[in-house]
């Protein structure tokens, strides 16, 4: 798509916001979810997901793009916590630390760019389930591997 700026597309046709950001030489594209009804072990990107991407980012670039240009894709799935809602538009992406009767500490939903905060919430859970002092949490410091 050219250009070292990434852009994004607020709302297309159906709601979702489709997003371009340069990486290696190239531009990742994506949007946000569709609901799926069955779980898969290997989600991938669709046929139908990977053309409705190229229509939508072809209204707005000069340069059209075609399925051919394409040199990879990917798909995953996000864990979203239902609150009685259908739409998964809707649905909170935050995250849930959740504690049952047998002292188990679940993280239920959030996303990948809040890793750090639901790490911090769980191990602050896991110490005031555990009668532990409580004490600074230290992942907002830490590099990650290759940092």
Do not use: C
Request: charged letters at 25%; glycine letters at 10%; hydrophobic letters at 40%.
């Amino acid at each position: 798509l050219g250009g070292s700026d990434g852009f994004l597309i607020p709302k297309t046709d159906d709601g979702r916001v489709i997003f371009a950001l340069p990486w290696k030489g190239g531009t990742l594209v994506g949007t946000t979810e569709i609901p799926v009804t069955a779980i898969d072990p290997n989600p991938h990107a669709s046929d139908a997901e990977i053309d409705y991407l190229i229509e939508h980012l072809n209204r707005y670039i000069e340069r059209q793009i075609t399925r051919a240009q394409i040199r990879g894709s990917y798909a995953g799935l996000r864990p979203l916590i239902r609150a009685g809602s259908a739409s998964t538009a809707a649905l909170s992406r935050e995250h849930l630390v959740e504690v049952d009767r047998n002292g188990l500490i679940s993280v239920l939903g959030g996303k990948w760019t809040t890793y750090r905060r639901m790490a911090k919430d769980a191990i602050d859970t896991a110490a005031r389930v555990a009668g532990l002092a409580k004490v600074p949490s230290r992942t907002e410091g830490l590099h990650l591997v290759n940092a």
